[in-house]
């Protein structure tokens, strides 16, 4: 909506009204003055405004301010007071008109149109990209990036490690009257001192040793749009003198050259260092931290908009989806667990994370008890599955009789009955071998095989048993059966020890 919406005076006294008009002139505001029925008419028209309402007829005053309520009024005159109930009244004028009192009531209007309900939401229809969240702090940063980006001014933009501050620059730019100009970032501590000049300014051809042909630099990449220095606090203090000139005077010349440059860039620069504490040390230049922050913008630490953990998790899991052949999702208990974490990496140590999670459990639901110790904040207790005896038996038993086979096809009959008999003589229950009967063996009238079955079990349970001294747990771990389950398995062969 207008930065300044239109300004009517509407009063039935027609030299108090000339009196508040020269006020209103006064401090340079521009301003109409209507009788009611004008007004009514002007009001369908304009989707806000700002009324000095005083006299007019009995009942059109409740009525106005309930008709119009994204309409600013300020009351004029002390019999108007009633009206102060009605939210739209900001405030109330009386003589004699004082220049403070009547700026300080117009800021007032102009803040009462700036948050009305549905206007930020009017602001974020700017198309943002991959800035998510819905949290307050988020909000302002995207505020700010609106304000901002239609300007040629410098900002910088400030956060911990990790919290998106290039995002931040890159959405200035595509917001911004230089959108269709290229946006080149440098990070400034990741080059070397004696080349970050080169990598600014360009050189010419034998400008040093191994230039050998003419190159351009940062700054010429840039021209008619956005150049962004990331980590501006690593950039050395000579450096910070060159770039000083450059942001003063808008032209530089190539490394080894003597031909000006106009430099048409937008500076945006960034850092996790605390600039003002490096001024008092003698790291950063003070003149050059003028220079870079005239628009600061501070990126929130994850830590800060928790609440903005489930959006952020969707938003990356839909960017790394390309590259995984599966995709995750986080359980109630999850999520809240991963509220509490204090995030020292921020939205990159999240996006490292989710990328662990996805290889170690594709097309998987995450809770709790898969995360990291580090993620894990709340004690709940993990479902532990039971299964039902029958299924643990048979998986025994297939166990058992795939060892057997194995235990065949290594050894002949013989040493394998041997090796059996030195077993069981020994009551050794560690990897136990136990003699099976082969098809030949089998009498052609048949056996009863859950007979057979029955006694096998009774003979591994009381080897087990025998071999732990009776201690129930230990016998049913090197089964692989619950406690419980071994002890009804006692009780149903009676296989209590010998008194």
């Known amino acids: 909506m207008a930065a300044n919406p239109p300004l009517y005076i509407v009063d ?28 009514r008419q002007q009001l369908t ?19 106005l301010l309930l008709r119009y309520p994204r309409c600013a009024f300020l009351l004029i005159g002390e019999p108007l007071t009633p009206l ?7 405030g109330l004028l009386t003589e004699p008109f004082s220049y403070n009192s009547l700026t300080q009531l117009l800021r007032d209007c102009q803040q009462y149109h700036r948050l009305l309900p549905g206007q930020r939401q009017t602001e974020t229809t700017l198309k943002f990209d991959g800035m998510v969240g819905q949290t307050e702090p988020m909000q302002q940063v995207r505020f700010l990036i609106s304000q901002v980006a239609k300007t040629d001014a410098n900002v910088l933009v ?11 620059a890159r959405n200035i730019h595509l917001l911004s009257n230089r959108a269709a100009g290229p946006f080149v970032p440098i990070n400034c ?16 051809k034998g400008a040093f040793t191994g230039a050998i042909s003419t190159r351009k630099g940062r700054f010429e990449l840039a ?32 490394v080894g050259g003597s031909q000006t440059i106009k430099a048409d860039v937008r500076i945006i620069a960034a850092t996790h260092r605390d600039l003002e504490h490096m001024i008092t040390e003698g790291q ?22 928790c609440d903005d953990l489930p959006l952020l998790i969707q938003e990356l899991l839909n960017r790394q989806a390309a590259g995984h052949q599966g995709r995750i999702r986080f359980t109630e208990r999850a999520l809240e667990s991963l509220k509490l974490h204090s995030w020292p990496g921020n939205v990159r140590e999240l996006a490292n994370l989710l990328e662990r999670m996805l290889i170690m459990y594709p097309d998987q639901v995450v809770d709790v008890a898969e995360l990291p110790q580090k993620y894990c904040y709340l004690d709940v207790d993990s479902y532990q599955p039971e299964y039902p005896e029958a299924l643990l038996e048979r998986d025994m038993l297939n166990d058992l009789f795939a060892a057997s086979a194995d235990d065949n096809d290594n050894e002949d009959n013989d040493s394998f009955n041997r090796s059996d008999n030195r077993q069981h003589s020994t ?59 071994l002890v009804e398995k006692m009780r149903k062969y009676n296989l209590g020890r010998d008194e």
């Open 12 to 39: 039935s006294q027609q030299r108090r009204a000339e009196r508040l008009a020269t006020v209103l002139s006064f401090i340079n505001e521009p301003h109409q003055a209507l009788n009611y029925q004008a007004l």
């Open 45 to 63: 028209l304009d989707t806000a405004a700002v009324v000095l309402l005083g006299a007019i007829g009995e009942s059109e005053h409740a009525e």
């Open 84 to 90: 102060l109930q009605y939210p739209n009244a900001v």
């Open 158 to 168: 400030l956060g911990q490690s990790g919290t998106g501050k290039e995002v931040v």
């Open 189 to 204: 501590g990741a080059i070397p001192a004696e080349l970050l000049e080169s990598e600014l300014f360009g050189h010419e």
């Open 223 to 254: 021209q008619g749009g956005t150049l962004f220095l990331d980590e501006i606090g690593d950039m050395p203090q000579p450096m910070q003198v060159k770039l000083l000139r450059v942001l003063q005077e808008r032209i530089f010349e190539r």
């Open 284 to 305: 950063f230049r003070e003149d050059l931290f003028y220079r870079l922050n005239v628009f600061p913008i501070e990126t929130p630490a994850l830590s800060e908009r």
């Open 427 to 485: 009551g050794n229950t560690s990897g136990i071998a136990v003699s099976l009967p082969q098809l030949s063996d089998i009498p052609a009238d048949g056996f009863d095989l859950k007979e057979y079955l029955a006694e096998l079990e009774v003979q591994l349970i009381s080897n087990a048993l025998q071999h732990h001294d009776y201690v129930v747990a230990r016998a049913a771990e090197v089964l692989g059966l619950r406690r419980t389950t």
